[in-house]
């Protein structure tokens, strides 16, 4: 995988670098399936937008840029299923709309 080579080639060694990482826009969690037990002193705090009302399928990408059909779908704990329901290194997803202030899930937490 391009990423996690890059991610293991300028980062610091996985066993000894640790903090928080705030990953923005977090998707299905798939990211996290691969970074999470390749750093595991690190702890991540997923993110992602979740609007106030679903979009239809066909104003989806227009609307939010994502694909696939939303309607109905809890897309945080759909991320927990990939994250924190398995890497006991990630956080429960956050909700997180870049152009508002930034919730205290991520101002509060240390580093």
């Known amino acids: 995988i391009p990423i996690l080579k890059m991610m293991l080639k300028v980062l ?10 705030l990953e923005i826009a977090t998707g299905t969690g798939s990211l996290l399936e691969v970074v999470a037990p ?4 690190l702890t991540f705090q997923p993110s992602e937008f979740v609007p106030d009302e679903a979009a239809s ?3 989806q990408w227009s609307k939010h840029g994502k694909m696939g059909l939303r309607l109905g779908l809890d897309e945080l704990s ?3 299923k990939n994250g924190c329901k398995v890497f006991k290194n990630c956080l429960p997803a956050i909700a997180l709309d870049l152009s508002k202030p930034w ?3 991520v101002t509060e937490k240390p580093g």
């Open 38 to 41: 390749a750093f595991p002193c």
């Open 12 to 21: 610091p060694d996985s066993d000894t670098f640790n903090g928080i990482s």
């Open 103 to 105: 919730p205290s899930a």
């Open 78 to 80: 759909n991320i927990d």
């Open 57 to 59: 399928p066909e104003e």
